[in-house]
């Protein structure tokens, strides 16, 4: 099992940045790819980027790409998500995945191990 916690929510103005933090404890953190989903109030849980094992290679939706940034940190069993540039539409709740395949996959169903979520808010 892997146990995923985020951090780094909150209220934010339009054209801000926040940076979310994962920390990941239960098995060995470098043998997992990491990922970013997000969650609005009445959608489907969308990816918005995901990061290779070693943190060289990073994969990013296109709504968020040049504004989003992921990386990790293996010696602190960590992954983050550097969002710059914020808009109102990027309203929801953020949750990390981990999956020892990926960091490719798009869909929720994919991803093996999940946290709790943490909710960004952008007032425009």
């Known amino acids: 099992q892997v146990q995923l916690v985020e951090s780094g929510g909150g209220l934010v103005q339009a054209g801000g940045s926040l940076r979310l933090s994962c920390v990941a404890s239960?098995?060995?953190?470098?043998?997992?790819?990491m990922g970013w989903f997000r969650q609005a109030p009445g959608k489907e849980r969308d990816f918005v980027g995901g990061?290779?094992?070693?943190?060289?290679?990073?994969y990013y939706a296109d709504s968020v790409k040049g504004r989003f940034t992921i990386s990790r940190d293996n010696a602190k069993n960590t992954v983050y998500l550097q969002m710059n540039r914020l808009k109102p539409e990027d309203t929801a709740v953020y949750f990390c995945?981990?999956?020892?395949?990926?960091?490719?996959?798009?869909?929720?169903?994919?991803?093996?191990?999940w946290g709790q979520g943490t909710q960004v808010t952008v007032s425009s």
């Open positions: 995945a981990a999956d020892s395949l990926s960091y490719h996959f798009v869909l929720p169903g994919q991803w093996d191990y």
């Open positions: 239960g098995r060995t953190f470098r043998n997992y790819a």
């Open positions: 990061i290779s094992w070693s943190g060289d290679d990073t």
